[in-house]
């Protein structure tokens, strides 16, 4: 199958889920956690529960329903905001375990997660997303969510072999799943990629500039491809993307650039030629301009820090 932007940009952003907990509850009940490290997604697969981000007013969650946390905020998830929480954290770290019962735990069925990034190309995504968004599961574009999350429910309850790669591979599924459902016109999401990738008319340009990013593409060129005038798909562009076209182009070059430098082991001028600069002091300065650093002292930096 052959590549696409929004494939290109998972894969450089390092993409990886995994579930790492859940719980059953029955009753009333609230748990406060601490504010996520990375970009937390949580589902439920029976009951309903209402969650409420620090700063944010509470939001009704139910059955087949899916949030994601991209704010690094405290949260509360209660059968009913009025009930006082009690420290998720404790009582996960107490148990010892992934997964614990709250009263008799008959009502309601949690699933949890983390998705880690790159650390220096992961806010590419970071940034496209909203600080928390809700996904009805009811909705005809959840219906893959439902299947994914009856499979995580059936490796939870039935440990097979290989269960824990197989938690993982559907997390990193509804994630993708999740991501998709927001190039559908949400208003929720802000500015940048996924935006413009949801944009049917400004979509063959983002697909262009990824399948060649080394050309020296010039606006007319990327205009006709979305079959606009050359200020009219600027405008659109802009006000979709939150950067101008070739802007975009420039910015995708240096996190290209960035893999390079700290992945492979090519000269500067090497890594310049491949990220389409005709002169290693044009990328240098480009380099510069968006990371603060030239590109021999930002690879150096990066290898000094270890494995990502």
């Not at 790159?118 to 219906?143: F, H, N």
């Not at 994630?175 to 459902?181: D, G, K, N, S």
């Not at 009219?232 to 006000?239: G, L, P, Q, V």
Request: hydrophobic content about 45%.
């Amino acid at each position: 199958m052959p590549s696409d932007a929004f494939s290109d940009i998972l894969r450089l952003t390092t993409v990886e889920s995994m579930v790492t907990g859940g719980f059953d509850a029955g009753g009333p009940w609230a748990l406060r956690f601490p504010a996520p490290k990375s970009i937390k997604f949580f589902a439920l697969t029976q009951g309903l529960c209402w969650a409420r981000i620090d700063g944010e007013a509470p939001v009704r969650f139910g059955q087949g329903d899916v949030g994601l946390l991209t704010a690094q905020r405290p949260y509360t998830l209660s059968s009913d905001p009025s009930v006082t929480p009690v420290d998720a954290m404790a009582l996960f770290s107490g148990r010892g375990r992934s997964f614990v019962t709250l009263g008799d735990g008959t009502d309601f069925s949690y699933v949890g997660g983390h998705v880690l990034l790159d650390p220096t190309s992961g806010t590419l995504l970071s940034e496209a997303l909203p600080p928390w968004l809700r996904v009805d599961g009811a909705t005809e574009q959840a219906a893959r969510f439902r299947w994914l999350l009856s499979e995580l429910v059936n490796e939870r309850q039935q440990p097979l072999p290989g269960g824990a790669l197989v938690a993982t591979q559907l997390a990193q599924l509804l994630f993708v799943q999740i991501l998709r459902a927001q190039m559908d016109g949400n208003d929720r999401i802000p500015p940048g990629w996924l935006r413009a990738l949801g944009d049917p008319r400004l979509a063959p340009a983002v697909q262009l500039m990824h399948d060649d990013p080394a050309r020296a593409w010039h606006l007319d060129e990327l205009a006709r491809a979305c079959a606009m005038s050359r200020s009219t798909f600027a405008a659109r562009f802009t006000a979709t993307a939150g950067i101008a076209p070739l802007g975009y182009l420039a910015r995708w070059r240096i996190h290209l650039a960035c893999k390079a430098l700290r992945d492979e082991e090519l000269s500067v001028a090497s890594v310049a030629a491949l990220a389409g600069y005709s002169s290693q002091g044009a990328f240098s300065n480009a380099f510069k301009r968006m990371t603060g650093l030239s590109p021999s002292l930002w690879r150096e930096r990066q290898l000094s820090a270890g494995p990502a």
